[in-house]
């Protein structure tokens, strides 16, 4: 394989991985977004979390903000929920700083929890682990 085939897959791994991290920062989004909406428009929390799996499914169908800004839009709008487009948007904003901090501190944790796993195999097939 030549360098070049290396690096060519290498940036493959990388996109693949963006994407993937990016498509759980907006699901999670839409999470927040629904639950948030959802408390708004006077929802339970078992009707709430209902209305943010189905804004969490329509990203995957439909792919984009503007379907889901206009989703919740009409849907608060039904509920007589006085919210302007501008205060909407922001908060489509926030919730997504918010939800990408959450992926990327669960991901985090996530490795740290495979590096204290290794660790533990480490030390449970040799009997002592040295951390010099």
Do not use: C
């Given at each position: 394989?030549?360098?070049?085939?290396?690096?060519?897959?290498?940036?493959?791994?990388?996109?693949?991985?963006d994407?993937?991290?990016r498509?759980?920062?907006?699901?999670?989004?839409?999470?927040?977004?629904?639950l948030?909406?959802?408390?708004l428009?006077?929802l339970?929390?078992?009707?709430?979390?209902?209305?943010?799996?189905?804004l969490?499914?329509?990203?995957?169908?439909?792919?984009?903000?503007?379907?889901?800004?206009?989703?919740?839009?009409?849907?608060?709008?039904r509920?007589?929920?006085?919210?302007s487009?501008?205060?909407?948007?922001?908060?489509?904003?926030?919730?997504?700083?918010?939800?990408?901090?959450?992926?990327?501190?669960?991901?985090?944790?996530?490795?740290?929890?495979?590096?204290?796993?290794?660790?533990?195999?480490?030390?449970?097939?040799?009997?002592?682990?040295?951390?010099?």
């Amino acid at each position: 394989m030549t360098t070049f085939d290396e690096r060519e897959r290498g940036f493959e791994t990388q996109w693949q991985h963006d994407e993937t991290v990016r498509f759980r920062v907006l699901s999670r989004r839409n999470r927040l977004l629904g639950l948030w909406a959802g408390h708004l428009m006077g929802l339970t929390v078992g009707e709430a979390e209902a209305y943010a799996k189905r804004l969490v499914d329509l990203e995957v169908e439909l792919a984009g903000d503007e379907p889901i800004h206009d989703r919740v839009e009409a849907d608060l709008r039904r509920a007589d929920v006085d919210l302007s487009d501008h205060r909407l948007r922001k908060q489509m904003a926030s919730l997504m700083i918010e939800a990408h901090d959450q992926v990327m501190s669960e991901a985090t944790a996530s490795e740290a929890d495979a590096q204290e796993r290794y660790a533990a195999q480490v030390t449970s097939a040799t009997g002592t682990l040295d951390r010099r």
